[in-house]
């Protein structure tokens, strides 16, 4: 049996066990690190190399409100997508004004934080449906909306008050 689970499974301490530790699968996978509940950061080495900006640390925020940028994280003209308690956020900094709107776009579902921001507009990668993000509406067809969240300012820290 030793031979079999050897040839199955590798060593304990062989390349594939240390890809099932590091994957998350199989009966000797360690267990995941912990992820906090509150806010989902982009990995700290990615916020290192400027891939993914890093919420702001040892700031508490209202009730209700949560950190999620440090304003200098967020350029002017540009948006990104954050998770805030498993909710997906595009926010968007429309010349110095922050924005936040749900990053599922209602036309098929496209990551709105990883599209476009045109003026007011976000633009849907995927094809291209635009929506106003201080208002939340489709300007070629203001029935359809992406619904909005409140955005705070304080100090350097933005924060969005979640439902
Ligand atoms: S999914 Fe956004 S425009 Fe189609």
Same mark, same amino acid.
């Given at each position: 049996?030793?031979?079999?689970?050897?040839?199955?499974?590798?060593?304990? *301490?062989? !390349?594939?066990? &240390?890809?099932?530790?590091?994957?998350?699968? +199989?009966? $000797? #996978?360690? @267990?995941?690190?912990?992820?906090?509940?509150?806010?989902?950061?982009?990995?700290?080495?990615?916020?290192?190399?400027?891939?993914?900006?890093?919420?702001?640390?040892?700031?508490?925020?209202?009730?209700?409100?949560?950190?999620?940028?440090?304003? *200098?994280? !967020?350029?002017? &003209?540009?948006?990104?997508?954050?998770?805030? +308690?498993? $909710? #997906?956020? @595009?926010?968007?900094?429309?010349?110095?004004?922050?924005?936040?709107?749900?990053?599922?776009?209602?036309?098929?579902?496209?990551?709105?934080?990883?599209?476009?921001?045109?003026?007011?507009?976000?633009?849907?990668?995927?094809?291209?449906?635009?929506?106003?993000?201080?208002? &939340?509406?489709?300007?070629?067809?203001?029935?359809?909306?992406?619904?909005?969240?409140?955005?705070?300012?304080?100090?350097?820290?933005?924060?969005?008050?979640?439902?």
């Amino acid at each position: 049996m030793g031979l079999l689970r050897s040839l199955l499974l590798g060593r304990p *301490d062989g !390349l594939r066990a &240390g890809q099932r530790r590091r994957f998350g699968g +199989g009966a $000797t #996978a360690a @267990a995941p690190p912990p992820v906090s509940p509150v806010v989902a950061a982009p990995a700290p080495a990615e916020a290192a190399l400027g891939l993914k900006p890093e919420p702001p640390r040892g700031v508490t925020p209202p009730d209700g409100f949560e950190v999620v940028l440090h304003k *200098d994280a !967020l350029k002017p &003209g540009k948006v990104t997508e954050i998770i805030v +308690g498993g $909710t #997906a956020i @595009a926010v968007a900094n429309a010349d110095g004004a922050f924005h936040a709107c749900t990053n599922v776009c209602p036309h098929a579902g496209g990551p709105l934080g990883e599209g476009f921001l045109d003026g007011d507009c976000v633009e849907c990668p995927w094809h291209g449906w635009r929506y106003n993000v201080k208002t &939340g509406e489709r300007p070629e067809n203001p029935e359809i909306k992406v619904d909005r969240y409140e955005v705070h300012i304080e100090g350097d820290t933005i924060k969005i008050l979640l439902p």
